[in-house]
């Protein structure tokens, strides 16, 4: 059963994703060993290599990253497949060239240490904002860290990450009266795009407040008339603004954070468990392919045989078909009867 379904996870790379059969042989030996290492079973990490190849991975990349992803998942990130998704996501939206396997994880783990989300939810919660993000060259460590700064105040991370997506959303496209409201103040939304590429989005955010406060309680509403968009903001740049800038600047220091959570985890009970129990699936998953070959024909000789036994059947006269129904009736009473028997 181990193998059947390892096998088939790894088939669906070649059918749906396209790789050839030969790479797919390739890896799934690789999967077997790294199994083990980062006590993942050889079944969880086939379907987080689904996530990889679809975005267009290949070779030893496809590796390296599936690798760190399960690292983070050892760590208490979520499934590997979740965080594969993420990771390759970020990855494409910024370029892999600014932005690998090894960086996108250690900023969630980052995150996840100076926020207050779960870290399941944290990494199921960013996907929906970094198309807009990688835009505007918000980088991945600032939305990391925006997320992880609102989680301070209560804010779950599905709703923090809806309000910085509607915070980028009003600087990409302003409303008419909240331009209108920043040419007040000295300054545009294109003025403001540009300090996020060139000093980035916590700085931007900082001069909203700054230029808000010097213009009235309602100048703030005025620049982000949606309401998320608001308390995204005012949860950002309230009383606790400098312990925000203090979040920013650990996710942005975070080389390093992912094999350190991985190395503590190690050391517990539970982790030396799981890589007990992920060696033992990873040889029930080699073992299951290599009697593949002795196990299908048998259970096909069994198929000929019942289906050769119902034709003999059919060919019976309805008397005989009657008596032989008799007697499995009664031999198949005899095994209830005697317990019956035996307890009385």
Do not use: C, H
């Not at 954070?257 to 060696?279: G, H, M, P, R, W």
């Amino acid at each position: 059963k181990t193998g059947k379904e390892f096998e088939k996870s790894m088939s669906q790379i070649v059918g749906l994703v396209g790789v050839s059969q030969d790479q797919v042989d390739s890896w799934s030996k690789d999967l077997i060993k790294l199994g083990p290492a980062v006590s993942k079973s050889p079944l969880e990490l086939a379907d987080a290599l689904f996530f990889v190849t679809s975005a267009g991975q290949r070779g030893q990349e496809a590796i390296d990253t599936l690798t760190k992803t399960a690292m983070a998942s050892a760590s208490g990130l979520g499934q590997t497949k979740t965080i594969a998704d993420l990771v390759t996501s970020a990855m494409a939206a910024y370029g892999s060239e600014n932005l690998n396997a090894a960086q996108a994880t250690d900023i969630l783990v980052a995150a996840v240490r100076e926020g207050k989300a779960e870290a399941p939810q944290l990494v199921a919660a960013m996907g929906q904002v970094l198309p807009i993000a990688s835009e505007m060259k918000v980088g991945f460590d600032e939305v990391s860290a925006t997320i992880a700064a609102m989680t301070r105040t209560g804010t779950d991370a599905s709703t923090a990450s809806t309000q910085l997506k509607g915070i980028l959303s009003a600087l990409i496209r302003p409303t008419k009266q909240a331009e209108q409201a920043f040419s007040e103040m000295g300054t545009s939304s294109s003025e403001l795009r540009k300090t996020i590429r060139e000093k980035g989005l916590l700085q931007a955010l900082m001069d909203i407040r700054k230029l808000t406060n010097e213009y009235g309680e309602d100048a703030m509403a005025r620049v982000m008339p949606n309401i998320r968009a608001l308390s995204g903001m005012l949860d950002l740049m309230g009383a606790n603004v400098e312990d925000n800038i203090k979040i920013f600047a650990g996710v942005k220091e975070s080389v390093g954070a992912s094999a350190f959570a991985y190395e503590t985890a190690a050391d517990t009970i539970e982790q030396k468990y799981n890589v007990a129990l992920t060696s033992a699936k990873a040889g029930l998953a080699a073992f299951g392919s290599t009697i593949t070959e002795m196990f299908i024909p048998m259970i096909e000789r069994v198929g000929k045989a019942f289906r050769d036994m119902a034709a003999w059947f059919k060919g019976l006269s309805d008397g005989s078909k009657r008596f032989i129904v008799i007697i499995a009736a009664v031999v198949a009473a005899i095994g209830p009867l005697l317990t019956i028997l035996g307890v009385l």
